[in-house]
């Protein structure tokens, strides 16, 4: 496993995510998922990055760095997943530890993520990282 994350900047490396995005994100076929990512990191500021272990990616987080009113500046995690295979061994915690430094050193006032009611293993994660539960994310399907 690499001691630092990488990031994922091309459309090669998003590439190479994708089997952990796909995980989170079963919807989205490898062309729709590396085509939104490039939209979403010109015109958001989203950011992928990502854990190998034996020459394959085996976890990943895509966040942005926003203001809010609510919040103030704010480090926003998008998605944070491990392969499968690759669970209980440190990865996804990893990628938390390293969002949390990053947020601090990029003057960020919080630290914000939505996880799914149903992922208690992740819930486990983000409790165990001192996240509180804050509040219920409310959603309408509009198409």
Same mark, same amino acid.
């Given at each position: 496993?690499?001691?630092?994350?990488?990031? /994922?900047?091309?459309?090669?490396?998003?590439?190479?995510?994708?089997?952990? *995005?796909?995980? &989170? $994100?079963?919807?989205? =076929?490898?062309?729709? #998922?590396? /085509?939104? /990512?490039? @939209?979403?990191?010109?015109?958001?500021?989203? @950011?992928?990055?990502? &854990?190998?272990?034996? %020459?394959?990616?085996?976890?990943?987080?895509?966040? @942005?760095?926003?203001? #809010?009113?609510?919040? %103030?500046?704010?480090?926003?995690?998008?998605?944070?997943?491990?392969? =499968?295979?690759?669970?209980?061994?440190?990865?996804?915690?990893?990628?938390?530890?390293?969002? *949390? /430094?990053?947020?601090?050193?990029?003057?960020?006032?919080?630290?914000? &993520?939505? =996880? %799914?009611?149903?992922?208690?293993?992740?819930? @486990?994660?983000? &409790?165990?990282?001192?996240? $509180? *539960?804050?509040?219920?994310? #409310?959603?309408?399907?509009?198409?």
């Amino acid at each position: 496993m690499t001691a630092q994350p990488e990031s /994922a900047d091309s459309p090669a490396a998003l590439r190479a995510c994708y089997p952990v *995005i796909q995980e &989170l $994100r079963p919807h989205l =076929s490898e062309e729709a #998922f590396v /085509a939104q /990512a490039q @939209r979403q990191q010109a015109r958001h500021g989203y @950011r992928l990055i990502y &854990l190998e272990d034996g %020459g394959r990616v085996v976890a990943a987080a895509g966040y @942005r760095i926003a203001e #809010f009113l609510a919040w %103030g500046k704010a480090l926003y995690i998008d998605d944070l997943a491990t392969l =499968s295979t690759a669970r209980k061994q440190g990865h996804a915690g990893q990628l938390l530890d390293w969002l *949390i /430094a990053q947020a601090r050193a990029e003057g960020c006032d919080q630290l914000h &993520l939505d =996880s %799914g009611v149903q992922r208690y293993d992740a819930h @486990r994660l983000y &409790l165990g990282r001192r996240l $509180r *539960i804050t509040s219920h994310h #409310f959603a309408i399907e509009l198409g």
